[in-house]
């Protein structure tokens, strides 16, 4: 069984600060890890992946993540943050013998301040 | 690239009505998921489809929720006798074959009174 588990329900940050949004999870195998932003009343939007490769994987909007293998860990992570980035978070993981399906997270709300 | 589409975008029911929800995957894209997310929680899977094959369902998707793929490009999602419990956010998402990313549509919110 995979699970994902985001430890923080909600992140404040002041604009202009860097921005940490917490990822564990647990997978038979290799994973394959996601990061999705969900704005209200709107469908989730792609961020970035892990399959393989370098640890540090870089995505949209300047978000990038660092793949943890000793950890389990998948933290997102942005430099400098901005009022337009305030919104609902989510990591999931898709094991390798699945169709593809994903686990997600409970999901993080970040809300950042002017 | 029109996106993941999904229609429609929010349906008010009374309990024991049946509702339908149709999604139009990214054109060629033939794996199609169907998940739901309530208040607070995460999406959570429901079913999927390959082509027109449904290939797997999740023990959420109680016998009286039931998914079509009839010619391999649209999908619908029918709930029968809805109850207030099946109130959430139901999403469809999309890929290609080789492809990892899956693509999400804005969802269909289901509000059961």
């Known amino acids: 069984a995979q699970s994902v588990a985001q430890p923080e329900d909600q992140v404040n940050v002041a604009e202009g600060n860097p921005l940490t949004v917490k990822c564990t999870y647990s997978v038979s195998g290799n994973p394959y890890l996601f990061w999705y932003v969900q704005y209200p009343n709107r469908g989730l939007q792609f961020l970035l992946k892990?399959?393989?490769?370098?640890?540090l994987v870089k995505g949209s909007y300047g978000f990038e993540a660092e793949f943890n293998k000793s950890q389990t860990s998948f933290h997102l992570k942005k430099p400098s943050a901005l009022v337009s980035d305030s919104a609902l978070y989510f990591c999931?993981?898709?094991?390798?013998?699945?169709?593809?399906?994903?686990?997600f997270g409970a999901g993080t709300q970040v809300v950042v301040t002017p | 690239d029109t996106g993941v589409s999904q229609d429609p975008r929010h349906k008010i029911t009374k309990r024991g009505q049946n509702v339908t929800f149709r999604c139009d995957p990214i054109?060629?894209?033939?794996?199609l998921y169907w998940y739901r997310q309530t208040l607070g929680q995460g999406p959570e899977f429901l079913t999927y489809f390959q082509n027109e094959a449904q290939l797997e369902k999740s023990r959420l998707l109680s016998d009286r929720f039931s998914a079509e793929r009839p010619k391999g490009s649209f999908s619908t999602l029918e709930i029968q006798r809805t109850e207030q419990g099946d109130s959430a956010m139901y999403l469809c998402?999309?890929?290609?074959?080789?492809?990892?990313?899956?693509?999400f549509g804005a969802g269909t919110r289901l509000s059961v009174l």
């Open positions: 998402a999309s890929r290609s074959d080789g492809g990892n990313i899956q693509y």
């Open positions: 054109s060629e894209h033939n794996r």
């Open positions: 892990y399959i393989t490769g370098d640890n």
């Open positions: 999931a993981v898709r094991g390798p013998d699945s169709w593809g399906k994903l686990q």
